[in-house]
Nanobody, 116 residues
Framework: QVQLVESGGGLVQPGGSLRLSCAVS????????MSWYRQAPGKQREFAAI???????NYADSVKGRFTISRDNAKNTVYLQMNSLKPEDTSLYYC??????????WGQGTQVTVSS
């Protein structure tokens, strides 16, 4: 059974940094890509960042230049380094993984709150 477990969320002041982690276990097939989404209260879930199996990345305009997605293949873990955080980054952050068979899996989410 595939499981994704996020960690690293918390409360941070504007301008601060956090690093989120998402560890994947129970894989049956290779990973195609891993991504981060976020959902603020009362809003739809939105895409934040993605990293493909080949290593290429892409970001939402709202986080480009501030967030960096990376991965450790040996640990089946993806990271999201978030710098220069703003109050509008406050959201529940979700990790999503797609395997090479096209199956999507989501984590339970980790809360990030940016406030002074």
């Amino acid at each position: 059974q595939v499981q994704l477990v996020e960690s690293g969320g918390g409360l941070v002041q504007p301008g601060g940094s956090l690093r989120l982690s998402c560890a994947v276990s129970g894989l049956s097939f290779r990973i195609d890509f891993m991504s981060w989404y976020r959902q603020a209260p009362g809003k739809q879930r939105e895409f934040a960042a993605i990293i493909f199996s080949g290593g290429s990345t892409n970001y939402a305009d709202s986080v480009k230049g501030r967030f960096t997605i990376s991965r450790d293949n040996a640990k089946n873990t993806v990271y999201l380094q978030m710098n220069s955080l703003k109050p509008e980054d406050t959201s529940l952050y979700y990790c999503k993984m797609r395997d090479v068979r096209g199956n999507d899996y989501w984590g339970q989410g980790t809360q990030v709150t940016v406030s002074s």
